[in-house]
């Protein structure tokens, strides 16, 4: 199994950016699809961006109403173990708790929490207007 660490979250204003780590430990990083979700409060959780597990296919929330592509950058290095989240252009409504998860090589493109086996704590970011 791995176990997943996420860090880099905090308060920040509306039209700033921070970056999200999830430092992976335990069985190859590598051999893990990963992705972010994330967590309003009285909300559900739900999915923002996916990467596969060479870093060579991406995919992005992209509801009308709450889409983060062009926003935000999934990306991973796999010699560090590390997922990353950047995150520009933030708005008050991406404030939530984001957490990371490893996800079956067989799940391709994963968005669905259920099609994730490992997640981490979660970072909390709070954007402010």
């Known amino acids: 199994q791995v176990q997943l660490v996420e860090s880099g979250g905090g308060l920040v204003q509306a039209g700033g950016s921070l970056r999200l780590s999830c430092a992976a430990s335990?069985?190859?990083?590598?051999?893990?699809?990963m992705g972010w979700f994330r967590q309003a409060p009285g909300k559900e959780r739900e999915f923002v961006a996916a990467i596969s597990w060479n870093g060579g296919r991406t995919y992005y929330r992209t509801d009308y109403a709450d889409s983060v592509k062009g926003r935000f950058t999934i990306s991973r290095d796999n010699a560090k173990n590390t997922l990353y989240l950047r995150m520009n252009s933030l708005k008050p409504e991406d404030t939530a708790i984001y957490y990371c998860a490893a996800a079956s090589l067989l799940r391709i493109g994963p968005t669905r929490e259920d099609e994730y086996d490992y997640w981490g704590q979660g970072t909390q970011v709070t954007v402010s207007s």
């Open positions: 335990g069985r190859s990083f590598s051999g893990y699809n």
